[in-house]
């Protein structure tokens, strides 16, 4: 599945449940996995490792998007630009 850069931008600009998946209404994707996707790649693709081995699109969803909401990806963003 391709992700869609400008929902991408969109989604860096969220900062609530419901922003996120009003920004996913807006652009008609309604699937698990595309949703996690494209929140991962909104928090600039980091690698992510899910304890309990296989684990159902919902709850990849639920967790990624848990972490999007902290908004500690945005500290991650910095440091890049900073040479850290």
């Not at 639920?62 to 909401?69: D, G, H, R």
Request: aromatic share 10%; with cysteine; hydrophobic share 40%.
């Amino acid at each position: 599945m391709e992700v869609n850069k400008v929902v991408v931008g969109a989604l860096q600009q969220c900062d609530t449940k419901e922003l996120v998946e009003d920004t996913f209404t807006r652009f008609n994707i309604c699937g698990y996995s595309q949703k996690a996707d494209h929140v991962v790649e909104a928090m600039g693709n980091p690698t992510l490792f899910f304890s309990e081995g296989r684990i159902d699109a919902e709850s990849r969803y639920a967790t990624v998007l848990s972490m999007f909401l902290t908004g500690e990806w945005k500290m991650n963003k910095l440091y890049e630009r900073l040479g850290m």
